[in-house]
């Protein structure tokens, strides 16, 4: 299960990295124009950018944790195999 899991958080936070970073320029441009009708639709790119930099932020510090648990629980399973030898 954790593999499964591991594998698509990957990809999930891949395809949204892709439309963030697509965001981020537009949202620049239509901020720097200057033009009244373009800074409403600034205010719903803004939120829905700050949602996909919440998830990404997220998503990638587990990715980044990733190999630290797995390193964490192959010394744990060690150490029981240790214990159950030595009994």
């Keep these: 299960m954790t593999k499964f899991f591991n594998k698509w958080l990957r ?14 320029p537009i949202a620049i441009v ?10 409403v639709v600034l205010k719903q790119f803004e939120s829905i950018q700050s949602l996909l930099m919440l998830v ?9 944790l990733i190999p630290y648990i797995v390193k964490g629980q ?7 195999a240790a214990l159950s030898t030595q009994k």
């Design 56 to 64: 990404l932020a997220i998503s990638g510090s587990y990715l980044y």
């Design 30 to 39: 239509i901020k720097f124009s200057g033009r009244p009708e373009w800074q």
């Design 74 to 80: 192959r010394k744990r399973k060690k150490a029981k």
């Design 11 to 24: 990809k999930i936070h891949r395809w949204l990295a892709v439309p963030t970073a697509i965001l981020i």
